[in-house]
């Protein structure tokens, strides 16, 4: 399968505790995105990496969320401290930065995160 | 900030009609609009994008027409099937030199396919 890979699938975790999630680009995408999507709602974006660096964070990203892509490829979220309120779905997506196209994105099947 | 509104929250329509799915959008920097369709359990799919740039664009039974002056955008979905039953999303970006920035969806619609 050569889409968008993340894991793990789920995670059930206490509040309190850290969490870490991993997500795989597509094969060469060099922008990779974090959205978080409750239920019922839209995804939200969250922050974003062209390669290594990371362009944009959103105001939603406090500072107990981290985010990392440390070699280009995959990237890591990090929660600390997790709250019930983190408890919703983790997208990734990734994109190819090229000229002539408008920079489509593809997400992968998500981590669903519940903080008990 | 982009604030993008999505009407109608639930559709349902009898196999073989046309749906159709609105929504607009604040940010008039915004010039790329994809739509996604979200079935239970997995990620959004990207099944058709529209640029600001452009009016209409249809790929099969799928068409998304623009009103950049109006801000609305709309999704029509010609000669409805069941599996087309799911939740869809638009959204609102800025994209240039080849990619986009985050993305601001829409709440979504779920689309009922009545048999």
């Known amino acids: 399968d050569t889409g968008v890979s993340q894991n793990p699938r789920h995670k059930i975790t206490k509040r309190g505790q850290n969490v870490t999630f991993r997500c795989d680009p597509i094969s060469e995408h060099n922008r990779l995105y974090w959205y978080r999507q409750t239920l019922g709602q839209g995804p939200e974006f969250l922050t974003y990496?062209?390669?290594?660096?990371?362009?944009?964070k959103s105001r939603l990203l406090s500072d107990r969320f981290s985010a990392e892509r440390p070699k280009g490829s995959f990237s890591t979220l990090e929660i600390q401290r997790t709250e019930q309120g983190d408890s919703a779905m983790y997208l990734c997506?990734?994109?190819?930065?090229?000229?002539?196209?408008?920079?489509?994105?593809?997400f992968g099947p998500g981590t669903r995160l519940t903080v008990t | 900030g982009e604030n993008v509104e999505q009407h109608p929250s639930t559709l349902s329509v009898q196999e073989g009609d046309s749906a159709v799915i609105k929504c607009t959008y604040s940010?008039?920097?915004?010039?790329?609009f994809p739509w996604y369709k979200q079935e239970l359990g997995k990620g959004p799919q990207l099944i058709i994008d529209i640029r600001s740039n452009v009016g209409e664009k249809k790929d099969q039974r799928i068409a998304v027409t623009l009103n950049k002056t109006a801000k609305h955008f709309s999704l029509h979905i010609t000669e409805t099937q069941p599996e087309d039953s799911a939740v869809y999303f638009c959204a609102a970006g800025r994209s240039s030199g080849g990619g986009a920035d985050g993305l601001t969806f829409g709440k979504g619609t779920h689309l009922i396919i009545q048999p």
């Open positions: 990496f062209q390669n290594e660096a990371q362009l944009e």
């Open positions: 940010d008039s920097a915004s010039n790329y």
């Open positions: 997506a990734s994109s190819l930065l090229q000229t002539h196209t408008p920079g489509e994105q593809y």
